[in-house]
């Protein structure tokens, strides 16, 4: 199984500015990775898919980088509606063996 | 509009078998895989399974295996998940979500609560 661990746990950044959220993979999983934002009491949304694609809607300060078995999720500018749990997802293998890291808590500083 | 919508939260005793449900719209159901994700409660997202609903073909994470059933009835376009017996530690939401040939997740159901207790 392919372990995917995010760094920080909780991560505490003030409104406007930087956050950086990585995540690693226990051996390559090339660039089939999404991350994934979830508010309290909400589904998981789709933000970045192939480790660097925006999804559909999704603003532009939010970007993804990486490949292999390391990549980051920056979101350049916080914003208050931010401020959330974020997942990454590795799906490269077939036949599937998804998992997802344990989750990057991003708290108002 | 791609919409994944469950069954409502449930209530069982451990031991009671249990059939949640997902169903699509907006989109041709039977051309994209369903998979099933459980979230315990205050932690993180576990992938439980997947199914394409246009040949049922079936597919289990091994901590998963054995444990529920996803099936899916493509004529009215819903997805299933289903314990025959549940336990305490089956307590939790369970989303469904959708894929495609990419194989990440990018439409999601609002989730089914899950509560088990005596």
């Known amino acids: 199984e392919i372990v995917m661990t995010q760094s920080p746990a909780t991560l505490s950044v003030s409104p406007g500015e930087r956050a950086t959220l990585s995540c690693r993979a226990s051996q390559s999983v090339s660039s089939n990775l999404a991350w994934y934002q979830q508010k309290p009491g909400q589904a998981p949304r789709l933000l970045i898919y192939?480790?660097?694609t925006r999804a559909t809607g999704i603003p532009a300060r939010f970007s993804g980088s990486g490949s292999g078995t390391e990549f980051t999720l920056t979101i350049s500018s916080l914003q208050s509606e931010d401020f959330a749990v974020y997942y990454c997802q590795q799906y490269n293998n077939w036949p599937p063996e998804y998992t997802f890291g344990q989750g990057t808590k991003l708290e108002i500083k | 509009e791609v919409q994944l919508v469950q069954s409502g939260a449930e209530v069982k005793k451990p031991g009671e078998s249990l059939k949640i449900s997902c169903k699509g719209s907006g989109y041709s159901f039977t051309s994209y895989w369903i998979g099933w994700v459980r979230q315990m409660p205050g932690k993180g997202l576990e992938w439980m399974g997947i199914?394409?609903?246009?040949?049922?073909?079936?597919r289990y994470s091994p901590s998963f295996q054995g444990q529920v059933t996803i099936s899916a009835d493509k004529s009215i376009s819903t997805a299933y998940l289903q314990w025959s017996s549940l336990k305490a530690s089956d307590t939790a939401m369970y989303y469904c979500?959708?894929?495609?040939?990419?194989?990440?997740?990018?439409?999601w159901g609002q989730g089914t609560l899950v509560t088990v207790s005596s």
């Open positions: 192939g480790a660097s």
């Open positions: 199914i394409y609903p246009g040949d049922s073909d079936t």
């Open positions: 979500a959708r894929h495609g040939i990419s194989r990440y997740f990018d439409y």
